[in-house]
C-alpha cells in the first residue's frame, strides 16, 4: 500500500517555520522527497518531532541520512576512526605545532580540564572535531539527542534506509586537507574553544524556530575564515546531493531526507544547487 501523502500546505513564506525547524518538499506525481534539516547533537528540551515532520515521516517509505546511521553501521565508526584519525607511532599532534600554536592549544585543553597529552595521538584534523565536540557536551548538548539518531530509534526496521555518503568519505572531508591546514584549524578551533558551546546555542535557536536565513548568516560567517574547508563541507556536498536527488525522482516512493540543516541556509545551499537543476523545492514547514 502506497503511504498517504502529507497535505503539502503552500503557505507564503513569512507565515513558514512559526517556531518550528524548517521543513521542505521536492517531489514530481509518482515522488515525493521531503528534506528536514538536522542538528546531529540537542540539549534535552527541544521538541522537534511532532506536526508535519512527524506526518512526512509516517508517509515515507524510507529514510535518508547522510551516512548509514543503523546501529551495526555506527559499531564500525571506531575501527573507521582508528585507521583514519591516528598518527603515526612517535609523532604527537603537539609536535607538529610551533611554539605559539602549542600554547594556544594547551590553553584549550586545560579550559576543558583535559590534560595537554590527551589529544597527542590524534591527527590535527581530528583532535579539533573532539575539542568541538566536547565544547558541546560541557554546553548540555548530546549526541543521543541530534536529530538522525532519534529519527533511527523512532523508525527501528520499520522502513527502508539509504545514505548519501560513507563513513569514510565523511571522514575525508578533513582527512584530505594538507596537514598544516589541519593544524591551522585546529589551532583556530582551540583559539574559539569559549565559543563553541554558545555559537551552537544560538544555531539551534535560529534552526529550532525555522530561521533559515539567520542560520545562513551565522554560517557564513563562521566559515568566512576557511573558504577551502566550506567547499569541502558544504559547497561541493550540496552539488552531490543534488544530482542525488535528481536521480532518485526517476523512481517512485516517498522519502524523508535528514541532512544538516546548514546545507539548508546560507551559501550554494542545496535549495540553488537544485534551481540549478530545474528542480522546484518549496518549504511546507
Known sequence: SKPTPVASTQVPASEVGMNVPALWMVGDKDTTIYIFGTVHTL???????????????????????????????????????????ILPQGITVRSLMDENERETYEGALTKLNLPVNALDQLEPWYAALTISQIAYQNA?????????????????????????????????????????????YLVQTAEE?????????????EWAVGDVEGLGDLLNEALESDPVLANRLLYTRNANWAVWIDERLDQPGTIFMAVGAGHLAGKENLQEKLAERGIQITRIQ
Open 140 to 184: 548540555g548538548f548530546k549526541e543521543e539527542n541530534g536529530t538522525e539518531n532519534v529519527l533511527e530509534s523512532i523508525i527501528g526496521d520499520t522502513k527502508g534506509r539509504d545514505s548519501l555518503e560513507t563513513i569514510q568519505f565523511q571522514l575525508s572531508i578533513f582527512d584530505g586537507l594538507p596537514q598544516d591546514a589541519q593544524v591551522e
Open 193 to 205: 574553544v569559549d565559543n563553541i558551546g554558545p555559537i551552537l546555542v544560538e544555531l539551534v535557536d
Open 43 to 85: 540539549p534535552d528540551d527541544i521538541d522537534w518531532y511532532s506536526g508535519t515532520v512527524k506526518s512526512a515521516l509516517d508517509a515515507s517509505d524510507t529514510l535518508v541520512t547522510e551516512i548509514d546511521m543503523t546501529p551495526a553501521a555506527m559499531a564500525q565508526m571506531p575501527s573507521i576512526v582508528q585507521a583514519t584519525a
